[in-house]
C-alpha cells in the first residue's frame, strides 16, 4: 500500500491517483476516513509578467513560439487515459499564417462519443469518492504547472493558434488559467462548509455535496483557453466526471491545458478529451439518459438550440440537467458629458479592439454626446488608425487575426453593409485581407440610426459601431441602450461627475450583468469584464 503523508506538496498529494492504486480504499471505491480538518494554502492570483524587452520571460515565450511556430503538432483524442485515432482528421490554422498548420486532430465519430461516455460514468463512484482535499490537491497541483512548467508552451498555443498577443495570452492561458484552479478550490471549500446553522436537542443536522448523478457535458469556446480549463475542471472538483468538447479553433492549446491536468494527478476517465462535430456529438450526449449538465460557453443562437434540445428529452433523463451557460454581448460605452476626453477614448480603443474585438465583453456600441463628439471622433479615428497589426510573432503587434474564414467572412460582410448604407459611415478602418491570414483593420462606424443593424447585432469582431445623441436627450439615450439588443453582458460609464455616474448606473442596472461605473481616468471596464461567468437571461 502507498502512504501518502498529507503534509506534503500538491505533487505528492495527487501521486499515483490516475489509475486508483494509491491506495485500497480508492481501489474499493469505498471512503477514505478523515483524520483531520485540513486548510488550503492561502489562495493569490498568479502574478502576471510584463514581457518588457530584455526580460527573461520575453526570451523564454520567443523562443518557445519560433519552436512552435516551425512544428505541427498531432493531437489525438484521449478516452480513458488512451490515445484514440479515428482516422477522421481535421487541421487547425494558425489565423494569422494560413500556410501553418498548427495541429492535426482526431475528430470523434458516434463510436468515440459513447466510448467516452461509458467511460466517465465508469470512473464517476471512484472519482467522487475521493475525498475534497485530494481532488483540491490535484487542481492546485495543475495551476502551479501552468504558472511555471507549463506557461510558455501554452500561451505560444493561444497565440499561434488563436491570435492573441503576448498580453492576451498572459492574462488568459496563464494567469485566468491557473486563477480558476485556484479559486475554484477556495470556493469548494466554502460551499462544503456550508452547513445547517442549528440542530434540535441531540441531533446533529449535515449537509454532504454529492456530485451530479450522470456525466457532464462542457463546450468552450475559441476565444479563451482559461474558459476551456475552467468548463472542464469546475465541474471535475467538485466529483463528476466531463466529457470535454474543445473549439475547433483552440483545440492545441486546450490539449495542451487538459495534459497539464493529467499531469497534475486527475485520473483516467475523469475528463475525457473529444474533439469532434459539435452538432452530431451534442446530439448523441442529449440523447444519452445519463447527461446530467451542460457548461458551456459560445454563441447565443448555439446555446438556445442545446437548451431546446435538452427541454425536448426531459422524459429521458435519469435526473434534471443542469445548464449553465454564457453567451454573446453587446457591450455599450456610454460617454457622459462630463467624460475625460482621453480616457474615454482610449479604454474604447483598448475594449473594442483588444485580441480583435473576439470577447463578448468587447465594447462595440458607442453612444457619444454631441457637445464632444467633435474631439471625441478626431482622437478616436487617430488612435484607431495608429494601431499596429500584424503576426503575433511580433510583439510590436497591437492586433493580429481573427479566428478563421467564417469569422472573417462574417465581419467583412458587416463592414461592407455599413459601408453601402445611406445612414451610416465608416469613419476610421474599413480595410481587409485573408490572403495570408484572417486580417481586418478595427474598423469604426458612424451612424444617424439607433436602430441601425450594427448597434443591435454582435459582430464578434474588430468592428466599434458609434451613435451621437442630443445632450438633452440622455434620458432618451439611456432607454435606448435598454432596449436596442436583448444582450446584456457588460457595460461602462465614463463620466467625471460622481453624482451622475452614480444615477446612470443605477437607471442602467438590468443593461448589463457586469456594469462598472468609474470616474473616467479608471482603467478600462471592458479589459477585465471577461472574467465574469454568469447565467445569461
Same mark, same amino acid.
Given at each position: ?40 494554502? *492561502? ?62 486532430? *482526431? ?50 498555443? %493561444? ?9 492576451? !495570452? ?51 469556446? @475559441? ?39 493529467? *499531469? ?14 459539435? !452538432? ?18 459560445? %454563441? ?41 476626453? *482621453? ?54 503587434? @497591437? ?72 445632450? !438633452? ?41 457586469? %456594469? ?22
Amino acid at each position: 500500500m502507498l502512504s501518502i503523508s498529507r503534509t506534503n506538496t500538491f505533487k505528492a498529494a495527487s501521486a499515483g491517483l490516475r489509475s486508483y492504486s494509491a491506495t485500497s480504499a480508492l481501489r474499493s471505491g469505498v471512503r477514505v476516513p478523515q483524520l483531520a480538518t485540513f486548510k488550503l494554502p *492561502e489562495i493569490k492570483n498568479e502574478p502576471t509578467m510584463d514581457y518588457a524587452p530584455g526580460s527573461a520571460e520575453r526570451e523564454q515565450l520567443m523562443a518557445t513560439l519560433e519552436e512552435m511556430s516551425n512544428k505541427t503538432y498531432d493531437v489525438p483524442l484521449v478516452i480513458n487515459g488512451r490515445e484514440v485515432r479515428t482516422g477522421d482528421v481535421k487541421e487547425q490554422l494558425n489565423p494569422g499564417k494560413k500556410s501553418h498548420v498548427v495541429c492535426r486532430y *482526431e475528430n470523434a465519430g458516434p463510436k468515440e462519443v459513447e466510448e467516452a461516455i461509458e467511460g466517465t460514468l465508469a470512473a464517476k463512484s471512484k472519482w467522487e469518492s475521493l475525498p475534497l482535499y485530494d481532488r483540491q490537491a490535484i487542481f492546485l497541483r495543475a495551476a502551479d504547472l501552468i504558472g511555471q512548467k507549463y506557461r510558455y508552451k501554452l500561451m505560444a498555443a %493561444s497565440m499561434l493558434g488563436q491570435g492573441k498577443n503576448i498580453w492576451q !495570452a498572459e492574462i488568459d492561458a496563464a494567469t485566468e488559467s491557473a486563477d480558476f484552479l485556484r479559486f475554484n478550490v477556495k470556493y469548494s471549500s466554502e460551499i462544503y462548509a456550508q452547513q445547517p446553522p442549528c440542530n434540535a436537542p441531540g441531533v446533529w443536522n449535515r449537509s454532504e455535496y454529492r456530485a451530479l448523478e450522470g456525466f457532464v457535458y462542457a463546450v468552450s469556446p @475559441f476565444n479563451f483557453t482559461a474558459i476551456g480549463v475552467n468548463l472542464a475542471a469546475a465541474p471535475a472538483l467538485m466529483g463528476n466526471t466531463v466529457l470535454w468538447k474543445p473549439s475547433a479553433g483552440a483545440v492545441l492549446s486546450n490539449y495542451i491545458a487538459f495534459d497539464v491536468m493529467r *499531469e497534475a494527478g486527475v485520473p483516467d476517465g475523469v475528463i475525457q478529451f473529444v474533439p469532434g462535430n459539435a !452538432a452530431e456529438m451534442t446530439k448523441q450526449v442529449f440523447d444519452h439518459p445519463e447527461f446530467t449538465s451542460l457548461h458551456f460557453t459560445g %454563441s447565443t443562437f448555439v446555446f438556445k438550440n442545446m437548451w431546446k434540445q435538452i427541454a425536448q428529452n426531459l422524459d429521458i433523463y435519469k435526473s434534471y440537467p443542469r445548464i449553465v451557460g454564457e453567451t454573446g454581448g453587446k457591450n455599450y460605452h456610454l460617454i457622459h458629458p462630463t467624460a475625460n476626453l *482621453e480616457s474615454a477614448v482610449n479604454n474604447t480603443i483598448r475594449g473594442a479592439f483588444e485580441f480583435q474585438g473576439q470577447k463578448c465583453s468587447a465594447c462595440s456600441r458607442l453612444y457619444v454626446p454631441k457637445s464632444l463628439w467633435p474631439q471625441f471622433r478626431e482622437k478616436l479615428v487617430a488612435g484607431v488608425e495608429s494601431i499596429k497589426q500584424g503576426p503575433v510573432t511580433d510583439p510590436t503587434n @497591437f492586433m493580429g487575426p481573427v479566428i478563421n474564414q467564417a469569422a472573417f467572412d462574417k465581419i467583412t460582410n458587416y463592414i461592407e453593409y455599413a459601408r453601402n448604407s445611406s445612414d451610416s459611415e465608416i469613419i476610421a478602418g474599413g480595410k481587409y485581407s485573408d490572403s495570408e491570414g484572417f486580417y481586418i483593420r478595427p474598423t469604426v462606424v458612424a451612424t444617424t440610426n439607433p436602430d441601425f443593424k450594427l448597434l443591435k447585432e454582435e459582430i464578434f469582431g474588430p468592428v466599434v459601431t458609434a451613435y451621437v445623441y442630443d445632450d !438633452a436627450k440622455l434620458d432618451e439615450t439611456i432607454e435606448l441602450i435598454g432596449k436596442t439588443t436583448p444582450y446584456g453582458l457588460t457595460g461602462a460609464i465614463f463620466a467625471e461627475d460622481r453624482q451622475a455616474a452614480v444615477d446612470l448606473s443605477a437607471r442602467l442596472l438590468h443593461t448589463a450583468a457586469s %456594469s462598472m461605473t468609474r470616474p473616467s481616468t479608471a482603467p478600462t471596464p471592458a479589459s477585465n469584464a471577461t472574467t465574469m461567468h454568469v447565467l445569461i437571461e
